[in-house]
């Protein structure tokens, strides 16, 4: 079992930065593939980016070169770092916990309550 809970959402205006975090519970969080996830008013949820245990990762292309994932399996938190912000990235984002690496949510057997990422223009 693995419980996460997200942190580090706000209001930001365009072009700026935001770091969110997730801090998962359970022994074994480091076994698992970890994703960020958003859902934008009215939109479908859609993948961001997603890393491995070991360190390997994938991205969205709308979110390459301005947003990075990251983990630290000694602290059971996986990061997202947002740079470059964009309006368009305004959602609420949902962090996840998989056994594989994998950009499809149905593939994430465990979600975080999510935190709201306003990008004013």
């Known amino acids: 079992q693995v419980q996460l809970v997200e942190s580090g959402g706000g209001l930001v205006q365009a072009g700026g930065s935001l770091r969110l975090a997730c801090a998962g519970s359970?022994?074994?969080?480091?076994?698992?593939?970890m994703g960020w996830f958003r859902q934008a008013p009215g939109k479908e949820r859609e993948f961001v980016a997603a890393?491995?245990?070991?360190?390997?990762?994938t991205y969205a292309d709308s979110v390459k070169g301005r947003f990075t994932i990251s983990r630290d399996n000694a602290k059971n938190t996986v990061y997202l770092q947002m740079n470059s912000l964009k309006p368009e990235d305004t959602a609420v984002y949902y962090c996840?916990?998989?056994?594989?690496?994998?950009?499809?949510?149905?593939?994430?057997?465990?979600w975080g309550q999510g935190t709201q990422v306003t990008v004013s223009s």
């Open positions: 996840a916990a998989s056994m594989v690496l994998t950009t499809s949510g149905k593939g994430y057997g465990y």
């Open positions: 359970g022994r074994t969080f480091s076994n698992y593939a």
């Open positions: 890393i491995r245990w070991s360190g390997g990762n």
